[in-house]
C-alpha cells in the first residue's frame, strides 16, 4: 500500500443522485464515469474499497406516499441494484475486478452477500458494491453503509453528498448556517443534523467508525481524502 495513504479500507456511500449529475434521474455517464476515473486512482494506491449505493434516482419511498411502505421500500431496493450494476459496468469498464453483492439474492446477475466473501474480494483487490440496502423495508440505504462498514471492519465511511461539508442547517435555505470541520456523531443526533438518519449515526457511534462527509461535485475529493487532506466534515466519537 502506497505509504501516503491515511486508509487501508474504505466504504464509500453514494447516494444515487450523484449517478445522475444535474440530470437528477437516471444514470448520467460522464458523471458516473467522472467517480468511477478517482475509485479507480485510489484502488491503484492499494486501497480496498467497498461502495453502498442508493437509488434516489430511480426510485424514493416518498415517491409511493399512496402506497404500501413495504413495497415502496422494495422498489427502492430494487433501484439500489440497477446502480449497483451501472457502476459494477464503469469500473470493469476500467480494468478494475468488481463484484456486485446483493442483499436480496438475484443469482443471475450478483452474489448474495456474504461477508466471509466480501472481505475475501477486498483482500484481492476487487471493489465490492454492496446493494439493495439490507434487505428489508423501513431501513435505508444510509443503514446498510453503516452495517456492511462495521461487518468488513472498514477505517471509515466516505459520505459523497450534493452539499461539501455538515452544516448546521441548509445552506442552500439558510445563509447564516455554520460549516463543521469536526463533529460528534452525538452532536449530529442531538442537532438532528441530516447527515445520516438516525439508525446510521448511532449504527456508526456505537461500532466508531469514523465518517468523512464531503461534496461528491468534485469527484477528486475522494482521492485527497484518502491521502489525508482535510476535505468535507469528520464525525467521530
Given at each position: 500500500?502506497?505509504?501516503?495513504?491515511?486508509?487501508?479500507?474504505?466504504?464509500?456511500?453514494?447516494?444515487?443522485e450523484?449517478?445522475?449529475?444535474?440530470?437528477?434521474?437516471?444514470?448520467?455517464?460522464?458523471?458516473?464515469?467522472?467517480?468511477?476515473?478517482?475509485?479507480?486512482?485510489?484502488?491503484?494506491?492499494?486501497?480496498?474499497?467497498?461502495?453502498?449505493?442508493?437509488?434516489?434516482?430511480f426510485?424514493?419511498?416518498?415517491?409511493?406516499?399512496?402506497?404500501?411502505?413495504?413495497?415502496?421500500?422494495?422498489?427502492?431496493?430494487?433501484?439500489?441494484?440497477?446502480?449497483?450494476?451501472?457502476?459494477?459496468?464503469?469500473?470493469?469498464?476500467?480494468?478494475?475486478?468488481?463484484?456486485?453483492?446483493?442483499?436480496?439474492?438475484m443469482?443471475?446477475?450478483?452474489?448474495?452477500?456474504?461477508?466471509?466473501?466480501?472481505?475475501?474480494?477486498l483482500?484481492?483487490?476487487?471493489?465490492?458494491?454492496?446493494?439493495?440496502?439490507i434487505?428489508?423495508?423501513?431501513?435505508?440505504?444510509?443503514?446498510?453503509?453503516?452495517?456492511?462498514?462495521?461487518?468488513?471492519?472498514?477505517?471509515?465511511?466516505?459520505?459523497?453528498?450534493?452539499?461539501d461539508?455538515v452544516?448546521?442547517?441548509?445552506?442552500?435555505?439558510d445563509?447564516?448556517?455554520?460549516?463543521?470541520?469536526?463533529?460528534?456523531?452525538?452532536?449530529?443526533?442531538?442537532?438532528?443534523?441530516?447527515?445520516?438518519?438516525?439508525?446510521?449515526?448511532s449504527l456508526c457511534?456505537d461500532?466508531?467508525?469514523?465518517?468523512?462527509?464531503?461534496?461528491?461535485?468534485?469527484?477528486?475529493?475522494?482521492?485527497?481524502?484518502?491521502?489525508?487532506?482535510?476535505?468535507?466534515?469528520?464525525?467521530?466519537?
Amino acid at each position: 500500500m502506497d505509504e501516503q495513504v491515511k486508509y487501508k479500507r474504505i466504504l464509500l456511500k453514494l447516494s444515487g443522485e450523484a449517478l445522475a449529475g444535474d440530470k437528477k434521474t437516471g444514470v448520467y455517464a460522464e458523471v458516473i464515469g467522472n467517480i468511477c476515473d478517482k475509485i479507480k486512482e485510489v484502488v491503484e494506491l492499494g486501497v480496498e474499497v467497498a461502495i453502498v449505493v442508493g437509488g434516489g434516482n430511480f426510485w424514493r419511498g416518498k415517491y409511493g406516499h399512496e402506497m404500501e411502505r413495504t413495497t415502496s421500500d422494495y422498489m427502492g431496493m430494487l433501484a439500489t441494484i440497477m446502480n449497483g450494476l451501472a457502476l459494477q459496468d464503469c469500473l470493469e469498464a476500467r480494468g478494475i475486478p468488481t463484484r456486485l453483492q446483493t442483499s436480496i439474492e438475484m443469482r443471475e446477475i450478483a452474489e448474495p452477500f456474504i461477508k466471509r466473501k466480501a472481505i475475501k474480494h477486498l483482500e484481492k483487490g476487487r471493489i465490492v458494491i454492496f446493494a439493495g440496502g439490507i434487505g428489508e423495508p423501513y431501513f435505508t440505504t444510509d443503514t446498510a453503509g453503516a452495517l456492511r462498514a462495521a461487518e468488513i471492519e472498514a477505517d471509515v465511511i466516505l459520505v459523497a453528498k450534493t452539499i461539501d461539508a455538515v452544516y448546521s442547517a441548509d445552506p442552500k435555505i439558510d445563509k447564516s448556517a455554520v460549516r463543521y470541520d469536526e463533529i460528534t456523531y452525538l452532536d449530529i443526533l442531538n442537532q438532528d443534523l441530516k447527515v445520516m438518519d438516525s439508525t446510521a449515526t448511532s449504527l456508526c457511534r456505537d461500532n466508531k467508525i469514523p465518517l468523512v462527509v464531503f461534496g461528491i461535485s468534485e469527484p477528486e475529493n475522494i482521492v485527497k481524502i484518502i491521502k489525508g487532506e482535510k476535505i468535507g466534515t469528520l464525525v467521530k466519537e
